[in-house]
Structure formats: C-alpha cells, structure tokens
C-alpha cells in the first residue's frame, strides 16, 4: 500500500509540477509594426516547446524610426526545482548614441505554470498593462557637452545604501549620474557619478508589478554630460513623463478558472485511484 502511495504521489508531482514552456528565437519573430493587444500575432516562427523547466519568459521589445516590434518566447531550468516567479517587468528608455536618439520600451513576463508563456497570455497582458511616455520632452536632459568636466555632477542623496556612493572624486567622473527608486517605502533618490564612459546619455524607467502580491517597485535612471545635469528634479522628470499601470484584477481573476480546473482535475485522478486500491 506505501509503495503503491508512493507511486501515485510522483505521478500527481509530475503532473502538477512539470513545466512546459513555448521557444521562439527573437531572431526570427520581428515585425515592422507596433503590437498591440489588437493585432497580436495568431503564431511565431521557428517556435518549439521545452519540456521539464522551472520557470517561461516572454519578451516583447517595441522601437521607433521604423516602427518595428521582437518577440521571444523561452525558459529556465530543468525542472529539478519547483518556481513560483510571477512577474512583470516594464522598461522605456531613450539614449543619445553618437547624436543619435534612440528609443525603445519594453515588457519581461516570468510565470511558472504550463505553456504561461503564450501568445494568448500575451494579448492578455497587452489589454491589461497601460505604457505611455513623452520622453521626446526630455531631450534637452541628453545633451553632451565636451570636455566632460567632474565637477559640473551633483552629489546628494536621501537614503543609506552601497548603491549610492557620494564620495566618488570628481577627477575620475566620466558622466553624471541619477536614480530614484520606489518599493513599498519612502523614494529614495540619489545623484553622484559614473567612474567609466558609457558612450551616451541615457534615460529610463522600469516598473517590477509582482503578482503574487500585487505590488509595484520603480526605478528611473538619469545618465547625462552637461553641468547640474543631475539634480534631483531633473532626474525626477524622468519618471512623470513615464506611465505604467498594471491591472491586476483584470489579469490574473481571469485566469483563477483555468487554474481551479488544472487542480481539480489532479484532485480527481488521486482520489480515483484511491478509491480503487481500497476496494
């Protein structure tokens, strides 16, 4: 009877437990328009399923001058471990490269049920996730002037952390810096510099929307080359010229459904099989 227990314990863990997770090579799925949650692909290309991982990713990067937008589908692990990474990640940025502004935005889904990471989630994130931003406005924030000078960086901040070093000499700036965060406490905000080039300004801000527990966490980024770049104002216009607003309710209480059925359907295999041993 324990060994036969035994037995059906593994095939109800195999079953509950193993992932299996949609491949799709960003390579081969680029479009030369803006998905949206009204023109979503019905398919990808060059795409395979992988079996026993621990953990889907879906990727979607959006950019502009043409409009164009990357998809791709893939996974983590071997299966060995049980995952309960649940997570959106939203990123817009804009970077001036060579005088050259470039834009892009972005979204990073983890899950870790079966097949999580398909398309047909992907419509639903779109209808529920707002991004917008007018980081055209900012330009002026990315301008270099040369020869970059230490010394024109601010160096403030509002919270202890290793991250934020204010004692950096200004003799070995190579570009100022700025960042702010936000997760579930006061915003914390810090000026200093950067101690290497980069080779660009650069703007940004990303949002974690965690949904086990329904939370959100910013952090905006201010790279720039001219004097009092770096002040706590100018690297906060960063994040109220960023939108991202995430829809719990109306993303994950439509999927309660699916997974109830998956569970009651494991629920109903073991209790059948015991019913049967003990008659």
């Known amino acids: 009877m324990l060994f036969c227990l035994f037995i059906i314990?593994?095939?109800?863990?195999?079953i509950s437990c193993t992932i299996t997770c949609f491949n799709c090579p960003i390579d081969?799925?680029?479009f030369d328009y803006f998905i949206t949650e009204n023109n979503v692909p019905d398919?990808?290309?060059?795409?395979t399923?992988?079996?026993n991982v621990d953990a889907c990713f879906m990727d979607v990067i959006w950019s502009r001058d043409p409009d164009k937008t990357k998809i791709e589908l893939h996974a983590r692990g071997d299966g060995r471990s049980i995952s309960v990474d649940h997570s959106l990640v939203t990123n817009v940025e804009m970077e001036n490269l060579n005088s050259t502004?470039?834009?892009n935005r972005g979204i990073s889904y983890i899950c870790?049920?079966?097949?999580?990471?398909?398309?047909?989630?992907?419509k639903r994130i779109l209808e529920s996730v707002t991004l917008s931003d007018s980081f055209n406005e900012l330009e002026y924030l990315l301008r270099s002037d040369e020869p970059f000078d230490g010394n024109w960086c601010k160096f403030s901040t509002n919270?202890?952390?290793?991250d934020c070093n204010i004692a950096i000499p200004p003799m070995v700036c190579q570009e100022c810096f700025f960042q702010g965060i936000s997760d579930h406490g006061p915003v914390g905000l810090c000026s200093n510099c950067l101690p290497f080039d980069t080779d660009e300004s650069f703007i940004s801000h990303e949002v974690n929307f965690n949904m086990t527990d329904r939370t959100r966490s910013d952090h905006w980024l201010l790279e720039c080359r001219f004097k009092d770049c770096n002040t706590y104002d100018n690297g906060n216009m960063v994040r109220q010229k960023s939108i991202a607003d995430f829809d719990f309710t109306k993303f994950l209480d439509a999927n309660k459904s699916s997974v109830l059925?998956?569970?009651?359907?494991?629920?109903?295999?073991f209790l059948i099989v015991i019913t049967k041993l003990l008659n």
């Open 112 to 122: 870790s049920t079966n097949q999580c990471n398909s398309l047909t989630n992907l």
């Open 49 to 51: 399923t992988i079996d």
């Open 101 to 103: 502004l470039i834009w």
């Open 159 to 162: 919270y202890t952390s290793s």
């Open 261 to 269: 059925s998956s569970i009651n359907k494991i629920m109903i295999l």
């Open 43 to 47: 398919q990808l290309n060059n795409c």
């Open 28 to 30: 081969t799925n680029n």
């Open 9 to 14: 314990f593994n095939i109800i863990y195999s």
